[in-house]
């Protein structure tokens, strides 16, 4: 299994981006998808997940901005962020089926 994140970049304050999450050798149709991140100096952590049924989860910190989804045609889970803060600056990895995609920088900043 491969993940490939992308969509990452620099927006300012208030500002929304759409994070890509795309899978070769697995299908995220029939398992659980989940979004990270790890900010500079700080330990990875929790922001979103998709089960397969559709149910998802988020963390408190970005409840009511971000949103996760799945689209099983493109194989691709994607996190739609808004109302972005300068404390949501991270990298973000997304993670399913045992493997990690490589992250992308998420920088948010005036």
């Known amino acids: 299994v491969q993940l490939q994140a992308s969509g990452g970049g620099l927006v300012q304050p208030g500002g929304s981006l759409r994070l890509s999450c795309a899978a070769s050798?697995?299908?995220?149709?029939?398992?659980?998808a989940r979004w990270y991140r790890q900010a500079p100096g700080k330990q990875r952590e929790f922001v979103a997940l998709?089960?397969?049924?559709?149910?998802?989860n988020y963390a408190d910190s970005v409840k009511g901005r971000f949103t996760i989804s799945r689209d099983t045609v493109k194989n691709t889970v994607y996190l739609q962020m808004n109302s972005l803060k300068p404390e949501d600056t991270a990298v973000y990895y997304c993670?399913?089926?045992?493997?990690w995609g490589q992250g992308t920088l998420v920088t948010v900043s005036s």
């Open positions: 998709i089960t397969s049924g559709g149910t998802r």
């Open positions: 993670y399913s089926m045992d493997t």
């Open positions: 050798g697995g299908f995220f149709s029939t398992n659980v």
